[in-house]
């Protein structure tokens, strides 16, 4: 069995008196796609920016394809691209000349005029940055960081704030990096990202992982039950919806009274029955088949998004 | 995506060749902004501008003389672009992209100081051409040493301007840095009131500013006055300069806004300043530069007596070399 190609053990990174990453440890495979996933604040960016070499952790151990990025400079970097989360280009720069002038500073690089095709910039080659739409400049950024032709991607928020039409080709860029071997992190808060993408997910919470494995194993330990959402024109007895039929958890979230069944036509019976007993009226219902994002919420009482 | 055909420039002098791939971006960039051709080229035109309507009548020597002027006002100008540019790229992000590839702060910041002297170039070509055609000046002075001084003066100004860009870490506070700079090397320096005017403390504290081995070596070069080792002493100056602030803005580069400079950066930037410092002091005991700034200014006085407008009898500058 080979080494993994990305080992991080027992992480910590503070700013100031803020704690953003608490002792986090995980490791990736090669030709892995690896999702950290987890909501915003969670520690995601500190931790693969201190994968990238970008920020000196406080305490633990970083390695990417056996190389401390600290310590080995630029025989890293030739190694590795990486989209940022923040970042940008100057204004007037063509997209040529940007992904030109990246590829010169490696040792070895890509075809430029295959990655503008590859990442349908070709019509746009000559156009200024400050000219491109969101969706171009994201294709112009993972076209950056492929130009070394790396062993290792780093794709933070790699897809935050677009619309859904440019997500889907960025999703088949990424797929497109899996066929082709390449080792990927990503990190993301959006559940379809994760569960649609990663072969393995970390989701991480306060600077820690508090789980991981594949998305359907994790989704397994969410014990397979269906979510049932619902509305309701008053609230409930305290307490009163956790104890009909079949409901394994129950929660309130921002008004909506979030059930978990593992036998939801029996459920769905009994709650309508319930609340005629109660005089209470059904405002809405729906149901949700298992997703990352009900682990999250079991685990951390959360939503991804709050 | 893995099949794509690689290059290999193993070969190449790596640092070479990214100072050169950034350089030639950082040209392209710079003849696209407005504000580059307006501090780089519009305001040293109007200096000169000015310059022409002011001497025109009297033509001749002191044209000579205010050629050195205006070529020392331009060649300082060169730490303004570079370091609005390097805040600005700091400030948006630009250089954060830039820390992820193989490539280091000294072809950064060697990429800012080689574009900003090739863009500079043009721009005192005009007005050597402008002072020769236009307000006739008698010869060309020392034409290598315009050169040297013009090339050691624009890499070592741009240096200053990285070390500045170093410390600020806003456009605001950039300029406002670079506002006080600008005034202290035009006055303190013999480029706009003659050194002679200040009382001797000053003139003697004058000693350890760059602007002054570069003002009196361009006023001296341009009259065609400037002896060899006068010439060798201030790009000497400059030459210092040029490494010491360099090996500064080296030490404090900061990839980001948030980035903190190190104890030891700071430590070696103290040490980089003993050799600015060593020359300073040097000069202070020598007198060279004063009793050179006496003697152009002399030779000036002299020429404005001898000269009416109408008169073209204008003394003619011995050249020592």
């Known amino acids: 069995m080979t080494a993994p190609v990305i080992e991080v053990t027992d992480l910590y990174k503070s700013y100031g008196p803020v704690e953003a990453v608490r002792g986090l440890s995980f490791s990736v495979e090669e030709g892995e796609v690896f999702g950290l996933l987890g909501p915003n604040g969670a520690g995601k960016t500190s931790t693969v920016e201190m994968l990238e070499g970008l920020r000196v952790p406080d305490r633990g151990t970083v390695l990417v394809c056996g190389l401390d990025p600290q310590k080995t400079g630029d025989r890293f970097k030739e190694r590795v691209g990486a989209i940022l989360q923040s970042t940008n280009l100057p204004d007037k720069i063509r997209v040529k000349e940007a992904i030109e002038l990246f590829a010169e500073l490696y040792h070895k690089h890509g075809d430029t005029n295959e990655l503008l095709r590859r990442f349908q910039l070709t019509e746009k080659s000559s156009a200024f940055y400050k000219n491109l739409s969101g969706g171009q400049k994201q294709r112009l950024a993972l076209a950056m960081a492929l130009v070394n032709n790396p062993q290792v991607v780093f794709l933070d928020e790699p897809t935050a704030g677009l619309d859904p039409q440019v997500r889907r080709e960025i999703y088949d860029i990424i797929e497109d990096l ?24 970390a989701i991480v919470d306060s600077g820690r992982v508090i789980a991981h494995g594949t998305p359907r194993e994790l989704k397994q330990k969410s014990a397979g039950n269906t979510r049932i959402e619902v509305r309701l024109a008053r609230p409930p007895a305290n307490g009163a919806l956790a104890h009909i039929d079949a409901v394994s958890d129950y929660r309130e979230l921002d008004g909506t009274y979030v059930l978990r069944s593992s036998r939801p036509p029996q459920t769905i019976v009994a709650l309508v029955k319930h609340l005629e007993a ?13 997703t990352l994002e009900d682990v999250f919420i079991e685990l951390t009482g959360r939503r991804l998004r709050e | 995506m893995s099949a794509t055909p690689t290059m290999d420039y193993s070969q190449r002098p790596k640092y070479i060749a990214a100072t050169w791939s950034l350089t030639k971006v950082r040209m392209l960039l710079a003849m696209r902004n407005r504000a580059f051709f307006f501090f780089s080229l519009m305001m040293p035109m109007l200096f000169l501008i000015g310059a022409v309507i002011f001497i025109h009548q009297k033509g001749g020597f002191v044209s000579q003389y205010i050629l050195g002027v205006l070529l020392t006002w ?4 060169s730490f303004w672009g570079v ?18 590839a193989p490539v280091g702060a000294g072809p950064m910041l060697a990429s800012s100081i080689l574009s900003n002297y090739a863009m500079a170039v043009p721009t005192l070509l005009i007005e050597v051409l402008v002072c020769r055609y236009v307000l006739h000046i008698r010869n060309w002075g020392n034409p290598l040493g315009l050169f040297l001084l013009v090339t050691f003066g624009c890499a070592a100004f741009s240096a200053f301007g990285l070390i500045v860009a170093s410390v600020t870490n806003t456009m605001q506070e950039t300029q406002l840095i670079n506002q006080l700079i600008w005034l202290g090397f035009l006055f303190l320096s013999g480029a706009t009131i003659p050194l002679d005017s200040f009382p001797p403390w000053i003139q003697h504290a004058a000693l350890f500013s760059p602007a002054t081995y570069l003002a009196v070596g361009l006023e001296t070069a341009s009259m065609g006055t400037i002896l060899w080792k006068d010439l060798a002493t201030d790009i000497g100056g400059l030459a210092i300069t040029l490494w010491a602030a360099f090996e500064i803005s080296r030490r404090l580069f900061r990839w980001e806004p948030e980035a903190k400079v190190s104890k030891r950066a700071k430590l070696w930037v103290l040490a980089a300043l003993i050799p600015i410092f060593a020359f300073g002091i040097a000069e202070n005991h020598n007198g060279g530069y004063l009793k050179r700034t006496d003697a152009n200014l002399k030779l000036l006085s002299q020429a404005n007596r001898e000269m009416t407008p109408q008169s073209q009898n204008h003394p003619q500058p011995s050249n020592s070399n």
């Open chain 1, 178 to 201: 899996r066929r082709a071997k390449k080792t990927v992190l990503i990190t993301t808060h959006y559940i379809e990202e994760a569960e649609r993408l990663c072969d393995r997910v």
């Open chain 1, 278 to 290: 109660e005089g209470n009226e059904l405002q809405s219902l729906e149901m949700f088949s298992p």
């Open chain 2, 74 to 77: 331009t060649v300082m100008g």
């Open chain 2, 83 to 100: 370091s609005v540019q390097l805040v600005t790229f700091r400030e948006q992000g630009i250089l954060r992209r830039f820390r992820l």
